[in-house]
């Protein structure tokens, strides 16, 4: 058995909430620098410069790119052949939000209680996703998610009747309701099957995926594939104001379902999408 | 390519009538701010007939909540929030003399409509754009609310604050018209 401290794993947490507020990931810069050369409109093109010479203050100034520094989400892949010491886990990647946000100067934007909303003052609880996976090593991934964008998002039970077109409709009906508000252009994580709550937590995990990768089954990317040229057809563009990027990528993940269920979920990434893994 | 009107607060019913969307701008003088929480506390006290802590007459509201700044910065990260959020609190504000909103995202009908009869307008700033806004803002202050962080009431001294009229006074929606001339049905 490998011993892995909690402290570790409290500051890394920390190091990867800077990290990521601070320095786009390499995948989203590509796909940006792509959307530039496709985009058709003027304005759309003015917006995409902009957020590449904004991405490009926050890698040089070391600042946060976006004022919503986010809701932190936490993934952790532990190797069942991991032993922590040191405290308690759940404490520990808290404490590593609160230094993070403190010692990084990120915005605190989560309140107590969703009816108070007393603010918590120090960005946390992280919301945490634990999975126990073979090997001995400890996966962390860190995502802030903005408000906006994640207001946008949709989960439905459609019946197996609907189907893959029932599917498209309201995974196309999701980004065009959003229009403007989530900040596009942006990246829709679709989940497919599962149940109502797995389903969503898909959508999250689809999100997480390098920018514009496919699904590893030919089926699913070419649903993928579908999926975006449909919705870079609804004009939205880049802000809202009118263009052909929309979205930078769709990226869906599946899950066996219920003979009864088709659950699809959306979960909408602005352009400003921060993540950033460290393995133990 | 580019064309900009340079605008400086407060504005006045002529100025603001002659914007169009579509119009790109670059704002120099003093914006305030409000976002969620500010604005609940804000229409509370018009519905107790208090003062507020500034005079909406002829301002405009950006609706940002900052980053907390790094030594030597007067801000830190400071972009649009969704606008839709405030568009319940909005025509109250309009009605009062509030000359125009800074934010992004679609607004209410409502919204929209107290824009064209008190002559107001509301602009999109870049959403995400963060660090590259908070360059054009020169001085900040809390004037009220200080306790609610980042959603506090700051007045914000800017120099060519870039944005673009996405609604005007006479109905234009650069929203709708930009998703016009760009879908391609299917």
Known sequence: MRQINTEQIRDTVEKLCIDANYNLGDDLITSLRSALEREESPLGKEVITQLLDNAEIGRKEQVPVCQDTGFAIIFIELGQEVVLTGGDLREAINEGIRRGYKNGLLRKSIVKNPIDRINTGDNTPAVIHTDIVPGDKLKITFDAKGGGCENMSRS????????????????????????????????????????????????????????????????????????????????????????????????VETFPCHIASLPVAVNIECHSHRTKTIVI | MTEYIDLETPLSDSTIEKLKAGDKVRISGVLYTARDAAHKRLIEMIESGKDLPFDVKGQLLYYVGPTPAKPGQVIGSAGPTTSYRMDTYAPTLIKMGLKGTIGKGGRSKEVLEAMKRYKAVYFAAVGGAAALIAKTIKKVEIIAFEDLGAEAIRKMEVENFPAIVVNDTKGGDLYNIGREKYKIPY
């Open chain 1, 156 to 251: 439905a039970m459609l019946t197996p009747a609907q189907g893959r077109e029932g599917v498209i409709n309201f995974v196309v009906d999701t980004v065009k309701s959003a229009g403007a508000n989530p900040c596009p252009p942006i990246i829709v994580g679709v989940g497919l099957g599962g149940t109502f709550d797995y389903s969503t937590l898909l959508a999250k995990k689809a999100i997480l995926r390098p920018v514009g990768s496919n699904n590893n089954n030919k089926t699913i990317a070419n649903l993928e594939i579908e999926l975006l040229e449909k919705i870079n057809r609804l004009g939205i563009g880049p802000q809202g104001l009118g263009g052909r990027i929309t979205a930078l990528a769709v990226q």
